[in-house]
């Protein structure tokens, strides 16, 4: 049961003073903007609430939220994030970050991260490069693309990271576009609220590296689900998941689906293990001195 | 003469039950009172082929696995060829052979001059005649050697009547039946010098240098642990797993070493005391980690059972190479506390010492364990839990976090005159921060100047300082203070180094020895005082490049640097008691008439 606030916040309370290196027209802002709205939404502590990163321009957002946050190493968002949740399942905890970070070099974390279900909300801000280092080709950067690191154009087919967090047994999976802020707020918000391993696909366009036709090829491809979509429906799900990104980007909540958390699996196992009473230190001291009791047939 | 001290070696194949027999034997010893050390070795197949075991008793401290074998038991010649240079019999070895071994003589693995010693023993037809079953061989070996050792015959039968209770009183008689067939045998063969004389005692506690470490972290209050799967450190994570629970705590074995220790440094970061353990290949990857808790100044215990390297090395021998890795293998000038284990007793106190220096200075500690120490099983006196002492991280209290400055906010890095600042876990109000592994301010907030990265790396390495004072009983000294020869060793070398002065001693020749489990910060005005005079300062340890000695002429005063004498080896076998003798004989001093 997530912490609220004592008093009804709103989003300038979750704002911290740190300001952002971002560059202008950087789709993180709408996506920050996004954090606090959702957030004050839920009117979640922010003392009871973390939000973990990795390394990217868009791991720097921790630092812009006035919760307890961590600006970690590169990839590594998720497991500090899964870490600090089972040690206190009462905080409420995010880990955010970028393409690079959750789809390249901590790719095994997002995979193991779905499978096990543990209670974070994972939002993966997707602006197909490496934008702190300037420029380089990312694990969604489409075929074709010249980057710096790609000078003949990218010849590696980009990553699908919703279909990805399908077949890895996510059960939350969303896509919002960074300029949709209100769809944004209220995806991050069920997210957050999602008994389990939450995924929002977060398109956030980088204008420095990847131009105006980056936002501009989003924003003609972006659409709702379509009328009488059912996100339980796991073909339907299946179908969104494999659409053509040339064609279109589905924005939404794509799928969700019921399965014990890790966290109400991990209770599972100490009622297991304190079935006969628990342990003191003494018994497990007595554990490891022969006793090879009364003397019977042995006489 | 009686040495109240004996070493027994088993060879045999898979299913021969020598491993359980080794067991039974180091059980049954510390039941009597006695002290031992219990060390198993394998050939190479995942399950079911040869093994070994290496028993020593002793009515002393057992400080090493000794060198020539008292008695040797081989099931056969083929099975025992491969642990040949780890059971090494002496002049005096009583060497039992089964009667169905047909090895013709010039391929028995063994010195020339013992072959004609072996005793055959029907160890298989008794098992069969009197045990019903050719399983019972072991039990036969076991009453062998309680025969010609001269070991409470009784033990072992209470002893087998435990293990065999649950399957019936038939199968109990049976083995005890084994057990007598053995020690008729042994009837014609008795060591006529090694042999133990068994005191009524206070029972012992059996337990590996990994159980010992993973209960120690548990009584320190460690209540996370996250681990990947590695020999030898895997033991660790499985007694975890099977006890954290009960204390509501919380074992993983999430999909790598990276996540390991992120989620170690996750549950940290929560306020639960965490542990993270692998050997060297594992240790490689948790490093970017380690400097990740050192710049955010977190809380974690990092264990390190090291094992044959580089590579994959040899994951199932011992081997004290990673020690210059542990200091130095961060990558900028990241500040962190080295321990080390000497034996398994130090596994658990080293543990509880980790944890305390770990929340006391808000600082990553990595103990470096090795194999020789985490898979054997010594019989020693059960831990004082009561001497315990628990040591918890400060945190800023309600009253500090209501005089925070809202619109500054909660400093977290503020700077102190010891450099340990007041911490918070999420959870306390007023107390959020940001923290992180970029170079910060006194909140937390990014910086890249030349001015505060001074003084952060100041602040970061001045607040371990007090560590070598405040835990000065972690180096240890033995021997005559008055010798001008000195040996110095860490970890596991210890034992051979400490039972060698021992027997130098016996001979009447004085060495003084020095062994710090405190690595870094590295106590050098200890050290220091400890070798003033010496004129000879040997260095012994199992690391081809000889990287203790490298270190230590990096942070001892040139004169004594200059008097350090290297005696470096690679690993696999570990260190012998007669090897390090052979170093030290030459050159140590006669004691003086008075």
């Known amino acids: 049961m997530a912490h609220q606030a004592v008093s009804q916040l709103t989003q300038k309370d979750y704002k911290a003073d740190l300001h952002p290196v971002w560059c202008p027209g950087c789709g993180d802002f709408g996506v920050v903007a996004a954090v606090y709205q959702a957030l004050a939404k839920l009117n979640l502590d922010p003392d009871h609430t973390m939000i973990v990163s990795g390394i990217g321009c868009s791991s720097r957002l921790p630092g812009y939220v006035n919760t307890y946050s961590f600006n970690a190493i590169h990839g590594r968002a998720i497991p500090i994030a899964t870490g600090i949740k089972v040690a206190n399942p009462a905080l409420t905890v995010l880990a955010v970050g970028g393409d690079g970070d959750g789809f390249a070099i901590g790719t095994q974390h997002f995979v193991h991260a779905a499978r096990r279900n543990v209670d974070i909300t994972y939002v993966c801000m997707d602006n197909s490069i490496y934008g702190l280092t300037k420029g380089h080709v990312s694990p969604t950067t489409p075929t074709d693309e010249v980057t710096k690191t790609s000078p003949y154009g990218n010849i590696e087919e980009p990553m699908n990271p919703v279909l990805m967090a399908l077949a890895c047994g996510a059960t939350f999976i969303a896509r919002s576009f960074s300029a949709e802020v209100k769809t944004s707020v209220e995806l991050i918000a069920q997210a957050i609220e999602h008994p389990g391993f939450s995924f929002v696909h977060l398109i956030s366009p980088c204008p420095v590296f990847r131009g105006r036709q980056q936002f501009d090829w989003v924003k003609e491809r972006v659409r709702r689900t379509p009328e009488g979509f059912d996100f339980t429906k796991r073909e339907q799900a299946r179908a969104i998941a494999f659409e053509d990104p040339h064609e279109h980007i589905t924005l939404g909540l794509l799928w969700k689906d019921e399965r014990p958390s890790l966290i109400a699996r991990q209770l599972a196992v100490r009622g297991k293990a304190t079935a006969k009473g628990g342990a003191t230190y003494e018994d497990l001291l007595t554990s490891f001195i022969p006793d090879f009791g009364a003397v019977g047939a042995a006489r | 003469m009686s040495r109240n001290d004996l070493i027994v070696g088993i060879a045999g194949a898979g299913g021969d039950g020598v491993v359980s027999a080794g067991e039974l034997l180091i059980q049954v010893g510390a039941h009597e009172g006695l002290f031992g050390m219990l060390v198993k070795s394998f050939g190479p197949q995942i399950r079911g082929g040869e093994s070994s075991v290496r028993v020593r008793l002793s009515s002393k401290r057992v400080l090493s696995q000794g060198d020539d074998l008292d008695v040797l038991i081989a099931f056969n010649w083929a099975d025992y060829g491969r642990f040949r240079t780890e059971l090494v019999p002496g002049a005096e070895t009583l060497i039992f052979v089964d009667e169905m071994d047909q090895t013709p003589p010039e391929q028995i693995p063994l010195p020339e001059s013992r072959k004609a010693a072996v005793i055959r023993v029907p160890f298989e037809k008794l098992a069969v005649e009197k045990g019903g079953s050719a399983l019972a061989k072991n039990i036969v070996a076991v009453g062998v050697l309680a025969g010609a050792l001269n070991l409470p015959r009784d033990g072992f039968a209470r002893a087998i009547e435990k293990k065999f209770g649950r399957k019936g009183e038939q199968v109990v008689a049976a083995n005890i039946a084994a057990l007598d067939a053995g020690v008729a045998v042994a009837a014609e063969h008795h060591h006529a010098a090694a042999h133990v004389t068994v005191k009524e005692g206070e029972a012992r506690m059996v337990i590996s240098g990994n159980d010992a ?53 996750g549950a940290t970061t929560a306020g639960v005391k965490a542990l993270t353990a692998s050997s060297g290949p594992g240790i490689s990857l948790k490093l970017e980690a380690l400097g990740l808790a050192s710049m955010a100044e977190l809380p974690l215990v990092v264990l390190n059972v090291q094992r044959v390297g580089p590579s994959t090395g040899i994951p199932t021998k011992t081997e004290q190479a990673d020690l210059l890795q542990g200091i130095y293998g961060t990558h900028g000038d990241a500040p962190k506390v080295v321990l080390s284990t000497t034996d398994v007793d130090d596994c658990f106190s080293v543990a509880v010492d980790a944890f305390n220096i770990a929340e006391e200075y808000q600082t990553p500690v990595l103990v470096l364990s090795d194999q020789a120490i985490g898979h054997r099983t010594d019989a020693i006196p059960p831990f004082d839990l009561a001497a315990v002492k628990v040591v918890n991280r400060r945190l800023a209290t309600e009253a500090e976090l209501a005089a925070v400055d809202p619109h500054h906010g909660f400093k977290r890095y503020a700077m102190t005159d010891g450099g340990v600042s007041p911490m918070t876990v999420p959870g306390q109000a007023r107390g959020n921060y940001l923290m992180s592994g970029l170079e910060h301010d006194e909140r937390g907030w990014p910086v890249s100047g030349a001015a505060v990265h001074q003084q952060m790396s100041e602040k970061r390495a001045r607040k371990l300082q007090p560590v070598p004072d405040q835990y000065a009983h972690l180096t240890l000294v033995a021997g005559d203070p008055k010798a001008d020869v000195a040996v110095v060793a860490w970890g596991a070398a210890k034992g051979a180094v400490l039972e060698a002065v021992e027997r130098l001693k016996a001979d009447g020749l004085r060495v003084r020895a020095v062994i710090p489990r405190l690595l870094s910060p590295f106590p050098v005005e200890r050290i220091e005082r400890e070798l003033e005079g010496k004129k000879a300062i040997h260095v012994v340890e199992v690391s081809f490049s000889g990287q203790f000695h490298t270190y230590l002429r990096s942070v001892l005063r040139p004169e004594l640097a200059a008097r350090l004498v290297r005696h470096s080896r690679a690993g696999a076998a570990p260190l012998g008691v007669g090897e390090v003798c052979g170093f030290l004989r030459p050159q140590a001093q006669p004691m003086a008439a008075d």
């Open chain 2, 213 to 265: 470490f993973a209960f120690g972290s548990l009584v320190a209050g460690c209540r996370f642990f996250a681990g990947y799967p590695i020999t030898p450190q895997s033991e660790v994570m499985e007694w975890l797993g099977k006890e954290l629970p009960k204390f509501g705590g919380t074992m993983m074995q999430p999909e790598d070493e990276l996540a390991s220790i992120s989620m170690a440094i």
